[in-house]
Structure formats: C-alpha cells, structure tokens
C-alpha cells in the first residue's frame, strides 16, 4: 500500500488499502502524464471491468498483506504465488486471464513489457489450460420436424382455446426458427398497432425504435416478414390487447 500522508497515528485499525483506480493514477502521475490524460485513459474501460480490476487489486492487497510484500512492487515469482493459490481454489483460467490484465495496470508500469507478456505468466497460463480444461457444453441434438409436428397438436391448437401462454411459446419459436434472428431482435418486436401490420396473407413485424442492435451489421432490415403467422398473432393480439410487446 501507498504510504498514508499525516504524522504519527494512535494505534487502531490499519489504513484502509489504495483503490485500483486511485493508485494507477498516482503511478500515471509519477511518469508525469497530465490529470486530464490520466481520466482519459482510466475512462477507456467500461464499468464492469473497472469493478473487475478494483476487486482483482483489493484481493491482490489483501493477499500481499498477509505476506508482508509491498503490493505495487510484487515480483513475478510472487504474482504467480497468487495466480496459484486461485487455482488451486478453482478459479477458472479466463477468470485468471482477466486478474493478470488488471495487475499489469499497476505492476506493469516500471517495466516496458506487459505483465500478460512476460514469459513465465504466459507459461503458467498456458499450464492453467492443460491442468483444468474449460468444459466444453454440448447442447443435445433435436429434431425441427417433430417439434413442428408437436406445435400442431394439443396444447399448442386449436388456436382459439390454447392458453396465452402456449400460444406466446409456439409464436416465439415459429418466429425465431424462420427469421434466425438474435434473441435481443426478437425482443424488440411488438405487435402494437404502429409496429405490427397485418395482411391478409402475411403480418410485418416492426422493430421497437427504441431498440438499439448489440452488432449493427443488419442497419436496413428494420422489419420481419411472417406469412404463416397471421393467425397466431392476431390471436395473440386479441387476447392481450395491442398495447402488449
């Protein structure tokens, strides 16, 4: 930790450790970077990975306290003794992968090479991987024409006394299985009077204009053609009214 500015201190409980983002500054400060370039470059990160370094540090701290090491100068040898201790507690690699990215912002800036760079982290790394393999999840093969067999079936039909919500899951999936869209796209379908126009052979369905697309590579289509879906839709506009999205 940062030595504490202030004279002599009465006994009493330890000064609380130095925040990620407060000693990186002081580290940028140090190489003489201006405050304002300091806040541009801290501002590079998104929240959830400035809370992931923050938490990475505060255990990288703690951890270091209970050894008597100087934090902001561990050695290698001695970063590697923390990256063993968490996996040996199960920590996933990719977990692992995202501690070394956090300690490099701060054990990194005496060296000119990346702490994820030197060759001893990247062995261990590497080692981590061969050690404890990420689980692969193989989702079970399924059959799309027996399903559909299913959908014509009870509970699924007839369409006017199936329940709201076995219509809502058979919609869903006709839906999904013939426009291949994501599922943040299919969201953001409505089927408010504005949103859904109803043909007497087909219904287009309108993206919210609210919605903003996670990748947006598809800018021009704006809209889902369904010409086997009038029925379900309308159906399901009757029963819960067009305010419903």
């Known amino acids: 930790d940062l030595p504490q500015p202030g004279g ?9 450790p130095v925040g990620h983002l407060a000693l990186e ?8 970077f201006s405050d304002q370039v300091i806040r541009t470059i801290q501002a590079s990160r998104r929240p959830s990975t400035t809370r992931i370094y923050d938490a990475t540090w505060a255990a990288f701290s703690q951890w270091c306290k209970t050894r008597d090491i100087e934090a902001s100068s561990a050695s ?7 990256l063993q201790e968490g996996l ?18 701060i054990l990194a800036r005496s060296s000119s ?20 393999p990420p689980a692969v999840h193989r989702y079970p093969s399924w059959d799309l024409p027996f399903v559909l067999k299913a959908l014509t079936k ?21 839906v999904a299985i013939t426009s291949a869209r994501r599922v943040s796209e299919l969201a953001a379908l409505s089927v408010r009077q504005d949103l859904c126009v109803v043909h007497p052979d087909r219904v287009i369905l309108r993206l919210d204009p609210s ?20 029925p379900v839709l309308l159906t399901l506009r009757n029963m819960s009214g067009t305010s419903w999205t």
């Open 211 to 230: 919605f903003t697309p996670k990748i947006n590579c598809f800018t021009g289509l704006k809209r889902l053609f369904c010409p086997t879906s009038v």
């Open 154 to 174: 009870a509970p699924f039909e007839p369409l006017r006394t199936t329940s709201l919500r076995h219509l809502t899951i058979k919609t869903a999936f006709l």
């Open 25 to 32: 500054g002081e580290l940028l400060r140090k190489q003489r």
């Open 88 to 105: 040996d507690k199960g920590l996933a690699v990719s977990t692992q992968r995202r501690q070394v990215a956090a300690l490099s912002t």
């Open 8 to 16: 002599h201190q009465s006994p009493g409980p330890s000064v609380a």
């Open 76 to 82: 290698i040898p001695q970063t590697l003794d923390f």
């Open 113 to 132: 090479r990346s702490l994820s760079q030197h060759p001893q982290i990247k062995s261990f790394l590497k080692g981590a991987v061969n050690i404890s």
